[in-house]
């Protein structure tokens, strides 16, 4: 089976840089998501690390580690707008259902 | 360019009924998957469809059963309704084929059982 850990809350300020860590148990999988969503709404596609290393989208970026099991979501320049939750998924080997973890809210304060 | 569509956004239903929720995925996707979302907690598979055939499933009960049509569509059934099937189910579509992580996400039916 597969299993993913996030911390279920984030604090910062505006302006400020965030990390969001990711832990994980999978026997295999081809890559890491990461997704945004606001309240109510559908998540949104932000990143996705197939190799180890950095991957840099704006002021988002996503590293992986697979000797660690573990990843992350970097946040820089913190807006209000950021304030949402965060989910870090993998894509399984055996197909390309993605696995969600539970999820961390990120609330961002002036 | 039309997203992933969901309908309906919201239903009632009472234990023991039965519900089938729609989803047309993004043009030129043939690839459709479900989760559903509890509060507070993140997307659970729930299964996915490809040429019409169910590709992959999570471990939801056969209460849990879902169709594609020829033109991509989808259906989410669920039988015989419990209170803890009250969640927000979401459609995703993608291409087949791994190594991309996408998908892309309807706004969700939310259920809630009475």
């Known amino acids: 089976g597969q299993s993913l850990e996030q911390p279920s809350e984030v604090t910062a300020v505006e302006g400020a840089i965030v990390q969001i860590n990711c832990t994980y148990q999978?026997?295999?999988?081809?890559?890491l998501s990461w997704y945004q969503q606001h309240d109510g709404g559908a998540p949104t596609f932000l990143s996705y690390?197939?190799?180890?290393g950095l991957e840099e989208t704006g002021r988002f970026s996503s590293f992986l580690s697979r000797s660690d099991s573990y990843g992350y979501l970097l946040l820089q320049e913190l807006q209000m707008k950021d304030s949402a939750s965060y989910f870090c998924?993998?894509?399984?080997?055996?197909?390309?259902?993605?696995?969600f973890g539970k999820g961390t809210t990120l609330s961002v304060s002036s | 360019d039309a997203g992933v569509t969901q309908s309906p956004t919201h239903l009632i239903k009472t234990r023991g009924q039965q519900v089938t929720l729609r989803c047309s995925p993004k043009?030129?996707?043939?690839?459709v998957s479900w989760y559903q979302q509890a509060l507070g907690q993140g997307p659970q598979f729930i299964f996915q469809?490809?040429?019409?055939?169910?590709?992959q499933r999570g471990n939801f009960p056969d209460r849990f059963s879902g169709h594609q049509f020829p033109n991509y569509s989808s259906e989410l059934n669920v039988n015989a309704l419990l209170l803890g099937d009250s969640a927000l189910y979401l459609c995703?579509?993608?291409?087949?084929?791994?190594?991309?992580?996408?998908?892309?996400f309807g706004e969700g039916s939310r259920l809630t059982v009475l």
């Open positions: 043009s030129g996707h043939d690839t």
């Open positions: 469809y490809y040429e019409e055939e169910e590709r």
């Open positions: 690390n197939a190799l180890d």
């Open positions: 999978t026997s295999g999988f081809y890559g």
């Open positions: 995703a579509s993608s291409l087949p084929g791994q190594g991309s992580g996408e998908l892309f």
């Open positions: 998924a993998v894509e399984g080997i055996s197909g390309t259902a993605l696995i």
